[in-house]
């Protein structure tokens, strides 16, 4: 059964601004993607209350030129290695 105090301990990972890539697709009822392997790389635009035990954000897709909403699972921050 679902613990209340589960939802006191959600982590949140990234942050407005943080760029990101699309991991991979998960099932969960609340969320659909008719075409995910077309989402690739996005920035993060803004949080959102979270659903169930984690956070979701809204994330605006370069390649689509999209906003969807997408939970915290199916995103994994990109790093970027600068050269000396």
């Known amino acids: 059964m679902d613990d209340s105090k589960d939802y006191n301990h959600v982590v949140t990972l990234f942050k407005i601004g943080d760029l990101v890539k699309f991991v991979g697709y998960y099932y969960s009822p609340d969320y659909i993607y ?24 809204r994330v605006y897709w370069f390649k689509k030129k999209l906003i969807t909403e ?10 970027i290695k600068k050269e000396d």
């Open 34 to 57: 008719e075409d995910a392997e077309n989402y690739e790389i996005g920035i993060i635009v803004d949080t959102m209350p979270r659903y169930f035990y984690q956070p979701a954000y």
């Open 70 to 79: 997408t939970v915290q699972e199916y995103l994994e921050l990109v790093i």
